[in-house]
């Protein structure tokens, strides 16, 4: 396999980009495949919410660096960026540079990655092989050759059900969004709203709502947790370490107790159907919320495997992240904020030189934060480059959300987050 070839890099979001940064601080070669029209697409689509860390945990170090040798002011790093901040100030600029702009193929949407005249059945001489990516634009396909892949393709396109059962029925008509109460308020004022989700994106969703309810009071907002207890959902409010996390908990208990929104904890969707052109919910116990016209789904997020059909990859059985890190963020045991220091060596496939990497890594786990995904590029970037001493040296120190412990296993009095949480 020639040196000369690039790392693929699958996906222009803050972890796609910063390892092109590291790849570029090292003179390795890359070449991005976004599947959007511009950097961080994803993040435009919520980009009315604020993140809960500050600017201090959202901007790797290559990339500042490449961005400060570019005459790139750094925010106040004390401040939390909007999504939309995020894009505009930061991915936007680093995207734009001049040691990644050339590398960056956008519309790119990556359909199957493999060895070179091989499938996966084949084991000899593989791991010599160059990797070849399979991408769809413009209705035509491309291959491109490379020496190493980095999947940072994220796990936004592909949200959770809102059904106990883990599966989409496909007719259904709802949002898997978070509203934006001043761009989406004529669409939403005095209807009947539920919200399926105890995660942060869920929490996210109910305090729009509240906002459309506060100017129209016959706005109705109906929350459905599959948790027995709601306590859990609210985080651990003065605890958390990121006090903005921690307030979005005590907002959502703030409306709870003051009326402002219908609660129904223990509710696990099992259908939804339509009513006269809304809608009626039923749970598997054979409770039923009637007349809902508009429904937001926030049940978190599941990675999409299916272009690695041809890789040898491993991920866990239930939380379907990186093997090695199931144990440390699974959400059936905890939701601790803070992760043992990972990089390279946890996050390495039976597949050499084929790394997952960002969001996707943790699979269904809800707990993912950016800094994370920096840590684990710069290692992985460091070991492709051959800096081993580097990749083993992994630093890692997170904010703790104040709640390791929780009653999340037991089906009857709770959920597992894996379906009804995101970050």
């Known amino acids: 396999m020639g040196n000369d070839l690039p790392v693929v890099i699958i996906g222009s979001g803050p972890v796609g980009l910063a390892a092109a940064a590291h790849l570029a601080k090292y003179g390795v070669p890359f070449l991005i495949l976004e599947k959007g029209e511009a950097a961080g697409s994803t993040i435009k689509e919520w980009k009315h919410v604020r993140l809960f860390s500050s600017w201090e945990y959202n901007i790797d170090q290559a990339a500042k660096e490449l961005l400060e040798g570019n005459g790139w002011l750094t925010p106040d790093i004390t401040q939390l960026p909007t999504g939309g901040e995020l894009v505009a100030r930061y991915l936007q600029p680093l995207a734009a540079l001049p040691e990644i702009a050339p590398y960056v193929v956008y519309g790119a949407e990556v359909i199957a990655v493999t060895r070179e005249g091989v499938d996966k059945l084949k084991t000899a001489g593989r791991d010599k092989l160059p990797f070849l990516v399979y ?10 050759r490379a020496k190493a892949v980095i999947d940072a393709s994220g796990t936004w396109y592909n949200p959770n059900p809102p059904s106990a059962d883990g599966v989409w029925q496909k007719e259904l008509q709802v949002h898997t969004g978070i509203p934006s109460a001043a761009e989406d308020m004529d669409a939403l004022k005095d209807k009947h709203i539920a919200v399926i989700g105890s995660g942060h994106s869920a929490l996210q969703t109910l305090a729009e709502l509240a906002q459309v309810k506060q100017i129209h009071p016959d706005t109705a907002i109906t929350w459905l947790i599959r948790r ?42 099992d259908k939804i159907t339509n009513q006269d052109k809304r809608f009626r919910i039923t749970s598997l116990s054979g409770e039923a919320v009637e007349e809902v016209d508009e429904i937001y789904v926030n049940t978190g997020a599941r990675p999409d495997f299916s272009f690695l059909r041809e890789i040898r990859y491993q991920i866990d059985p239930a939380i379907e992240s990186t093997p090695a890190l199931a144990p440390l963020i699974d959400p059936n045991v905890h939701s601790c904020g803070t992760v043992r220091p990972h990089g390279e060596k946890e996050l390495r496939q ?45 630093k890692l120190s997170l904010p703790e959300t104040g709640v390791c412990s929780t009653d999340r296993l037991s089906v009857q009095t709770s959920c597992s987050e894996k379906g009804c949480c995101t970050c």
């Open 228 to 269: 027995g207890n709601p306590a859990s959902a609210y985080g651990g409010k003065e605890r958390d370490q990121l006090a903005a996390r921690g307030a979005l908990g005590m907002h959502a208990e703030s409306l709870v107790n003051s009326g402002v929104l219908n609660i129904k904890p223990g509710f696990r969707t």
């Open 135 to 144: 991408a769809k634009s413009g209705g035509k396909t491309a291959a491109y």
């Open 350 to 394: 039976p597949e050499p030189n084929f790394y997952i990497a960002g969001v996707k890594s943790y699979g269904r786990a809800p707990t993912f934060l950016l800094a994370t995904g920096y840590e684990q590029v710069r290692s992985i970037v460091a070991r492709i480059a051959g800096d081993k001493q580097a990749a083993e040296q992994v």
